[in-house]
T-cell receptor, first 109, second 113 residues
Framework: RKEVEQDPGPFNVPEGATVAFNCTYS??????FFWYRQDCRKEPKLLMS???SGNEDGRFTAQLNRASQYISLLIRDSKLSDSATYLC??????????FGRGTSLIVHP | DTAVSQTPKYLVTQMGNDKSIKCEQN?????MYWYKQDSKKFLKIMFS???????INETVPNRFSPKSPDKAHLNLHINSLELGDSAVYFC????????????FGPGTRLTVT
């Protein structure tokens, strides 16, 4: 089983739609979790950290489920500018963060 | 003002050559990383360097050697380049190495012919 797994997509949604991505991880001792966004031919940038209590930033909501070992990202009211690849990152310690392969989102008019 | 910078941005070279990529961060972070992103867009960590301690990813060939002259710099030297080394190489930095977000450089697109 891969350490961090994501559905590669693409998720093709119309503007205004709500879309959710999940990411599963295999290391139960993982300590910190993040969602990054990567635009085509650009570097990854932090979208949000994922806290045990869940957190929300505008249209974006991240959740952590330690029992089932997954994190989720919900995007409400999708914009064209949300089109990108969303990368799940899990830190299990020893300064070796593990990235998922990413989920591609395409928002169309 | 660039937080994490890399040079060069593009690198085209022939098989068998030796090349270096430089990375500098001005964020005062104590941990730096090198990642490789292949043609399938999978971002895989190669090395992390925390307070002069090098954490090596065992799957990285020993043709790749990181060098950190100080906390703000982490360079990557590659010997005897192979076709399979063609990829985008990203440098990143963070504080503490675990809890804090990573800031990435713009990437170096390496093409080996």
């Amino acid at each position: 089983r891969k350490e961090v797994e994501q559905d590669p997509g693409p998720f093709n949604v119309p503007e205004g739609a709500t879309v959710a991505f999940n990411c599963t991880y295999s290391n139960s001792a993982s300590q910190s979790f993040f969602w990054y966004r990567q635009d085509c031919r650009k570097e990854p940038k932090l979208l949000m950290s994922v806290y045990s209590s869940g957190n929300e930033d505008g249209r974006f909501t991240a959740q952590l489920n330690r029992a089932s070992q997954y994190i989720s990202l919900l995007i409400r009211d999708s914009k064209l500018s949300d089109s990108a690849t969303y990368l799940c990152v899990v830190n299990g310690g020893s300064y070796i963060p593990t990235f998922g392969r990413g989920t591609s989102l395409i928002v169309h008019p | 003002d660039t937080a994490v910078s890399q040079t060069p941005k593009y690198l085209v070279t022939q098989m068998g050559n030796d090349k270096s990529i430089k990375c500098e961060q001005n964020l005062g972070h104590d941990t730096m990383y090198w990642y490789k992103q292949d043609s399938k867009k999978f971002l895989k960590i190669m090395f992390s360097y925390n307070n002069k301690e090098l954490i090596i990813n065992e799957t990285v060939p020993n043709r790749f050697s990181p060098k950190s002259p100080d906390k703000a710099h982490l360079n990557l030297h590659i010997n005897s380049l192979e076709l399979g080394d063609s990829a985008v190489y990203f440098c990143a930095s963070s504080n503490t190495g675990q809890e804090d977000e990573q800031y990435f450089g713009p990437g170096t697109r390496l093409t080996v012919t």
